[in-house]
């Protein structure tokens, strides 16, 4: 397997100086701390990012900061990632402005004016020419913003440290041939081409009373006596609960040997007097890869929760933890937690840039993207696309975790919505047809 040459654009260690005399008001800032400037970020294509920066205050005598590394304090945003299509307009031509603007008071409107106060701005020129395969530094240090203000017959300066730069960061790039509860085959992207690797087969055993596993699971029985996998089962026969369970979804490779799977441990079932699996009771996935060479057992790789969050936003909440061994026990170490419209879908990413990371099947130190999938909105078709970072890919095994995972994520959406909709019969026992799983 060959990756795709992405790459990635940092704007980091961010801090911003300012002489006493012109230092804002906590009152007039963006957010309840005491950081009350924040800066614009744009890049040709791509949405405006906003970062909130930290203050380095100055005793007013010095003009220019040393050229040294930046306060601790600094922060960084989001940045920007270059796929090779990107990456390739962008290389043939000028190099590309990016424009960074610096504003103190609230975001936004009030009355119908604005209230943000233009501090200054800056324009890096970003020349992407080699940044798939090397890194580019565009800027980095401290830069003035504005003109020369008078305090008393002395220049006022307001500087802003800043760094921008590039390094390679390529991804393995896959897609499903269909939705994953049609069972379809997984194909790898190179450009203008498309490979199989993977084919899935999905089956929701309806009349299931236990978690659902693939044959010859055998996890450690620490990982069982955790509340948060098995729940007690007492009096469950004697109740009519609608649940969705049974689901579960396996990764094959060519030669027809599993190599990774995802499978509903806990049911999804609406929480007491509506049709919505709640926050407080959410389903759970258990992602699982092959233990031993004849791949006769299986052991828990990560565990996926996820629910029907309720709010302003129709959303679909969810967490992922990576499950650890420690001795004879296993953990669960949350690296992804957030929310995703219902109607419109969404990114899930693992990205951690700022933390451990993950690396095939366990942690190391090694930082960066780990992954990112799409998902579509309720209702709509969806053939997730999935990018894996080179790094976390060892052997195919390593890729078909993550797109057990991908699909996971992608029938959450299914096994979340609310229980008075219909479910689409792929996703019901053969005999039973309607929304009561």
Known sequence: MDPCPFARLF????????????KPSIGVGVHPSTTPCYLKIAFKNYPTQIALLPLSVSGGEQEQPQPCSPPDNATSAAGFHLDPAVLCRMSSGRPVALRVGVYSGRM?????????????????????????VKPIVFQ??????????????????????????????????FQFGGEPECSPVVYQIQGNIRQPVFSCKFSADRNSRTRSHPANFTPNNNLLNRA??????????????????????MIYDLSGSPVAAASVITPFVPSSGSDRVSRSNPGAWLILRPHG???????????????RERGSVDGLGYKFELVTENGLTRTGITIAEATMSVKKGGQFCIDKRDSDAIDGSMWSPVKGFVMACTVEGEGKVSKPLVQVGKQHVTCMADAALFIALSAAIDLSMDACRLFSSKLRKELCHDDQNDSFL
Do not use: Y
């Open 11 to 22: 704007i980091e260690s961010l801090a911003l100086q300012l002489p006493n005399s012109t």
């Open 108 to 132: 936004g409107q009030s009355c119908g004016v604005r209230a943000e106060k233009l501090i200054g701005r800056v324009k890096v020129n970003v020349d992407l020419r080699g940044a798939e």
């Open 140 to 173: 980095c240090g401290w830069v003035k913003l504005g003109k020369d203000k008078k305090d008393e017959n002395k220049p006022v300066h307001v500087f802003l440290h800043l760094v921008v730069r590039s390094e390679p960061d390529h991804r393995f790039v």
């Open 228 to 249: 948060w996998i098995v729940r007690s089962l007492s009096g469950e026969k004697d109740k009519p609960v609608r649940e969705r369970k049974g689901w579960m979804i």
């Open 293 to 307: 060479s004849h791949m006769s057992s299986w052991k828990p790789w990560g565990r996926l929760e996820a629910w």
